[in-house]
C-alpha cells in the first residue's frame, strides 16, 4: 500500500511542479510517520524515502535506533520546552518554534551540544485560536529576536493550514507564508536563511507547492488514515 500511496503522492508532487513551472529537486518531501509502525517506514524506506517526520519527541527516540541510521527525522509537532534536551542531536531540523522560550532552550541545549540547530519559525498563517504559532504580524521581530541567539539557525517558516475539504480555501495562507518570507529577506538579517517554506499536508500540499512550498509534509496520504488510541 505503502509503495502504490508513495507512487500516486509523488506524481501529485511532479505535476504541482509542473504547473508552477517549479524543478522536483527544489521541493522536499517529508514523509509523516507518526502512530504508524515500524513495517509501513520500513517499506516506505525501501522506496527511497529519506525523510520522516514525528510530532512528539518520544515517538522518535522509541523509533530512531531501529531503523536505519540515514533516516532523516524532522520535529515537526509542538515541542515542550522540557523536552529539547533529549531532541538535540536526534533530529536535522526543528519545524516548530513557536515560542521565544522554546527558541532560547534549544539554543541553550544546541550550544552545550556543541552544534548549531536548524529551525523553522512555526507561524498561525489563519490565527486558529486552537493552533500553535507566531502570529504573522508578529514574525519578523520575532525572527530578528531569535536570530540573535547564538546556537539556532533560523532556515525558513513553517504552517500548518486549516483543515478543509476544499485545499483552494488554504492558497492565501500558503501565499501569504511565502510573502513573510520574502519580506523577511529583504530585511537582511544576520544568521537567518529563508530559504524552506514547510508547507502542505496531505489535504493541500498541491496548491502549497503552486505556491512555493520548498518542504512539504505528507502523512495520511502515504500511510493511510491515523487511528489514535
Ligand atoms: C500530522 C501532521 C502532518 C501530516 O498530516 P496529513 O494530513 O496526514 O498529511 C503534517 N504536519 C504536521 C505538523 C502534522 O502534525
Known amino acids: ?46 522506496d527511497g524515502q529519506r525523510d520522516f517526520g514525528e510530532n512528539k519527541v518520544q515517538e522518535i527516540l522509541a523509533k530512531k535506533p531501529q531503523l536505519p541510521p540515514d533516516i532523516r527525522w524532522h520535529m515537526i509537532g509542538h515541542l515542550q520546552t522540557n523536552k529539547v534536551r533529549q531532541i538535540i542531536g536526534q533530529t536535522v531540523m526543528i519545524h516548530s518554534v513557536d515560542s521565544m522560550h522554546l527558541a532560547k532552550e534549544i539554543s541553550r541545549r544546541a550550544a552545550a551540544a556543541g552544534i548549531v540547530m536548524p529551525v523553522l519559525i512555526e507561524v498561525n498563517a489563519a490565527k486558529e485560536p486552537t493552533k500553535f504559532g507566531v502570529m504573522p504580524e508578529d514574525c519578523l521581530s520575532f525572527v530578528r529576536e531569535a536570530a540573535a541567539l547564538p546556537a539556532i539557525n533560523i532556515r525558513g517558516l513553517m504552517t500548518s493550514a486549516p483543515l478543509t475539504d476544499n485545499p483552494e480555501t488554504n492558497r492565501i495562507y500558503f501565499s501569504k507564508l511565502r510573502q513573510l518570507s520574502i519580506d523577511i529577506i529583504s530585511e537582511n538579517i544576520d ?10 499536508m496531505s489535504g493541500d500540499f498541491e496548491v502549497a507547492i503552486e505556491e512555493g512550498a520548498t518542504i512539504v509534509r505528507v502523512g495520511s496520504a502515504i500511510f493511510g488514515e491515523r487511528h489514535y488510541a
Not at 15 to 29: E, H, I, M, P, Y
Not at 191 to 200: D, I, T
Open 1 to 46: 500500500m505503502v509503495t502504490e500511496n508513495l507512487k500516486s503522492v509523488e506524481e501529485r508532487i511532479q505535476a504541482a511542479c509542473d504547473r508552477a513551472g517549479r524543478d522536483r529537486r527544489d521541493v522536499k518531501l517529508v514523509c509523516v510517520t507518526k502512530t504508524k509502525p515500524l513495517p509501513l517506514l520500513q517499506e516506505a524506506y525501501a
Open 191 to 200: 544568521n537567518v536563511n529563508m530559504c524552506e517554506l514547510s508547507m502542505g
